[in-house]
């Protein structure tokens, strides 16, 4: 077709909303005639992970491609960055997205380089949050904000995920001197189908990586508090991986929880929302995140912080929206549970949430900033 685009997409690690956001990208952009690759770091995932990208891999015909990639900026990057490079030039891409940090680098650097030597490449980049974390005050925050701007000339299109990420950009990167749009994430038709909770679900749901910046021991400190208000002995459900992980197994004995908490490895969201009542996302810092829109797509209640771009799913001044603070959360998982019929109805209506975040609505956004990138 006139139109086919050769697309590949470098990101880090391949868990969580990045991973999420790529493999809804994908789908779309195969549906759109599009051929797609994906290239990404090889030390982290784990089984679930790898179910999903064997779901993945006969539909993209530039493949998947992993290889260490460090987190943190090293000595190892050299070589990390040698190699991707040379995956990234095989590929002969029309346009590099990049995603998070690290990919965000990756895509704009090989994109410019592949640039010296054949026709134009778009690059494109969607920080998910990525170094946008980082207070600005602080010697790294300083050297990863002045890198973000020197990186801008290398950029054809920002894509943020959330007004808020933009926002954050411009407060502490500055004004982008390129193109760059709004697009939310997005979710299938499908999720937005109800789930209905097991006759022997939890009172509570912690679903997503298991580091503090998602604020797993708030909630597991506020799961104590919450108890001790109602009287009685409140359970739990925590499905995730990650390396803090250890430490929350110890939080939860130093507390007295190994009856009430229940720890499970990563599964598909809408199987993790049939397990508990209330779902808690209980993050310190997040750009759009995946797991608010699924939750409230799947007609589950839940509390959330007011964090990032979360208040612009459910609207400023929601009650469900909190601090990032084990009491406050405390007190709304016993507000929440003690009448979980009336604080389901306080949820957003489905039919907006459609409107706002569907998939085919993402990809075409997308879509449409890789043709104008190409057209300049």
């Not at 994908?26 to 599009?34: I, K, V």
């Not at 690290?102 to 170094?131: C, D, E, I, T």
């Not at 407060?171 to 390129?178: D, F, L, S, T």
Request: aromatic fraction near 8%.
């Amino acid at each position: 077709m006139a139109d086919q685009l050769r697309i590949v997409h470098c990101f880090r690690s391949p868990v969580g909303g990045i991973f999420r956001h790529v493999r809804d990208l994908t789908e779309a952009q195969l549906a759109a005639g599009h051929v797609v690759g994906i290239v990404c770091d090889s030390t982290t995932g784990g089984e679930y992970e790898e179910h999903l990208f064997d779901q993945m891999k006969d539909s993209l015909a530039l493949g998947i491609h992993r290889t260490p990639m460090q987190r943190h900026v090293g000595p190892g990057d050299l070589a990390s960055a040698w190699r991707t490079y040379r995956i990234i030039k095989e590929l002969r891409p029309d346009v590099l997205h990049g995603h998070g940090a690290k990919g965000g680098a990756y895509a704009r650097l090989f994109g410019s380089l592949l640039r010296v030597s054949r026709s134009r490449v778009a690059r494109l980049y969607s920080p998910h949050g990525g170094s946008l974390h980082y207070d600005e005050t602080t010697t790294t925050g300083k050297l990863f904000f002045a890198l973000e701007r020197f990186m801008a000339r290398f950029t054809d299109c920002l894509l943020f995920v959330s007004d808020y990420e933009r926002r954050t950009y411009r407060r502490k990167v500055g004004e982008p001197p390129i193109p760059n749009t709004l697009v939310y994430n997005g979710l299938r038709a499908a999720e937005f189908e109800p789930v209905v909770t097991a006759p022997d679900a939890a009172d509570l749901l912690y679903i997503g990586m298991m580091r503090d910046l998602k604020g797993p021991d708030i909630f597991i400190d506020a799961l104590a508090l919450a108890g001790t208000q109602l009287e009685r002995r409140l359970t739990a459900v925590m499905v995730g991986d990650g390396d803090d992980l250890p430490r929350y197994h110890t939080q939860v004995k130093r507390l007295g929880l190994e009856k009430q908490v229940r720890f499970l490895p990563p599964m598909p969201a809408r199987d993790a929302f049939a397990l508990a009542d209330l779902v808690v996302v209980p993050s310190r810092a997040e750009a759009m995140p995946y797991i608010v829109l699924e939750t409230l797509a799947a007609g589950r209640p839940m509390i959330a912080t007011a964090v990032g771009g979360i208040p612009e799913i459910f609207g400023e001044g929601s009650p469900a929206l909190i601090r990032p603070d084990s009491r406050d959360l405390g007190d709304k998982m016993g507000e929440a549970l003690g009448d979980l019929d009336a604080y389901r109805r306080a949820m957003p209506d489905t039919a907006s949430l459609k409107a706002r975040f569907g998939a085919d609505v993402m990809a075409a956004e997308i879509e449409k900033a890789y043709f104008a990138a190409l057209s300049k």
